[in-house]
């Protein structure tokens, strides 16, 4: 047995090269994470990360020490029912905290017998996994005044660099920003300059139907992975889909088992993209991935913003999904650093190796760690769902009101 007996959280601010924008607002020059350390009484310590931070992060999670002292690190089915139980969260949402606590066992399982993550979990069925290139809209930088992406142009560059940078050979557009017509230049921008690199779009469900529709008629015939999230929710999914002729993706609305089970009665999506967050750890995603590969529905790796232990969760579940149909997802190369020792992880051909070193593979660097701690409580967290450059505003569903592609700006992002 190998009994938990603390758990400490971190929260960490690690800057990126430029402001990400999205459908909501923006990722205002930087990301908030907060790293968690399981530590067991005989002295292993398992690592963990999920999104955001602050006092109230740090306490939930370090607080769920009450209900896991002394709990085996390998029962991780036990501890799915003791940390979220599907009844009592509907008062508690713990789900992206037991996804943390899980890489941790995990991690500490690996340690303890000696071989990766990826080997508990199934098997690696390759070494390294495949990520698209995942372009943002962004502000420029502040402190630079570099980076701003706004126009077809820009955007082409901006891709170009990154292809040359990292070798993808496949693009994601994070869009909903601008008007769809805009991006819908955008995107045709990207075919043409890239015409053997599949592209993805997704405004995440920012959308009217019309949009939608009209969107993708546009992109018909180019070299299309799917349509991400063009549209809120199953029904309307599920109509757009009997429409355009390609296939739809989601990392929204297919984010637990009663929805994948819906989804497999009524198909609303083709494509499901697996969060090792959003589904509460590595583990369920491995098992949605199996319930895919039975109802023949695709499967990619999402991503939802990560330093490199939630990449390293990342990568292992990569790594042994047979069906992963897709390039993979990471907003990592948008960093300008880690925390993890040696530094970012490095893409090679477009692709990043898949640890090999016990557990998850990865180790904090106390000095980074410290560094961005002591920048988390200077600058603080930021409103996600709020764009710096338009105080005020905020997006109905469908969003009718977008950011005007003729305005170039670089708003404050304190
Ligand atoms: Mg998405």
Redesign the pocket.
């Known amino acids: 047995m190998t009994r938990i007996a603390r758990i400490r959280a971190t929260p960490v601010t690690v800057p990126l090269e430029a402001p990400l924008r999205h459908s909501n607002g923006a990722h205002w020059g930087r990301f908030v994470r907060t790293l968690v350390e399981v530590e067991t009484d005989d002295g292993y310590v398992g690592l963990g990360e999920f999104g955001g931070g602050g006092e109230t992060a740090t306490a939930a999670v370090e607080g769920l020490i009450g209900l896991l002292r002394g709990h085996d690190v390998f029962r991780l089915e036990a501890m799915r029912f003791a940390v979220c139980n599907p009844t009592a969260s509907l008062y508690n949402n713990r789900t992206q905290m037991h996804a943390a606590l899980e890489f941790a066992c995990l991690d500490i399982m690996g340690k303890k017998l000696g071989v990766p993550v990826a080997e508990l979990i199934g098997g690696r069925v390759r070494d390294s996994v495949e990520f698209a290139s995942y372009l943002f809209f962004r502000y420029a930088d502040p402190k630079t005044g570099d980076g701003e992406v706004r126009t077809p142009e820009q955007l082409v560059a901006h891709a170009r660099a990154l292809k040359a940078e990292h070798g993808f050979a496949s693009h994601k557009l994070?869009g909903g920003v601008f008007p769809p017509a805009h991006e819908l230049a955008c995107y045709r921008a990207l075919a043409q300059a890239f015409p053997a690199d599949p592209l993805r779009h997704?405004p995440?469900c920012a959308w009217s139907l019309a949009d939608a529709i009209a969107f993708c008629r546009g992109i018909e015939g180019l070299n299309n992975h799917f349509i991400?999230?063009p549209v809120w929710g199953m029904p309307q999914l599920a109509r757009l889909r009997e429409i355009v002729r390609m296939p739809t993706?989601?990392?929204?609305v297919v984010i637990n088992f009663e929805q994948l089970a819906a989804n497999v009665a009524q198909r609303a999506v083709d494509v499901i993209?697996l969060d090792t967050t959003f589904w509460g750890g590595i583990r369920p995603c491995v098992k949605a991935a199996g319930i895919c590969e039975t109802f023949g529905l695709g499967v990619a790796v999402?991503s939802s913003g990560e330093l490199g232990v939630q990449l390293a969760s990342m990568l292992h579940m990569g790594a042994v999904v047979p069906n992963l149909g897709y390039s993979a997802?990471a907003h990592y190369h948008h960093l300008v650093d880690d925390v993890i020792v040696g530094g970012k992880m490095r893409y090679v051909n477009g692709r990043i190796a898949v640890p090999t070193a016990p557990g998850l593979g990865v180790a904090l660097d106390a000095e980074k760690v410290a560094r961005y701690h002591e920048l988390y409580k200077e600058l603080g967290g930021y409103a996600y769902d709020r764009d710096p450059g338009r105080p005020g505003w905020y997006p109905l569903v469908p969003n009718a009101d977008w950011a005007d592609p003729g305005v170039s700006m670089t708003p404050s992002m304190r």
Do not use: R
């Open positions: 994070k997704d995440n991400e999230d993706a989601t990392n929204t993209l999402h997802d």
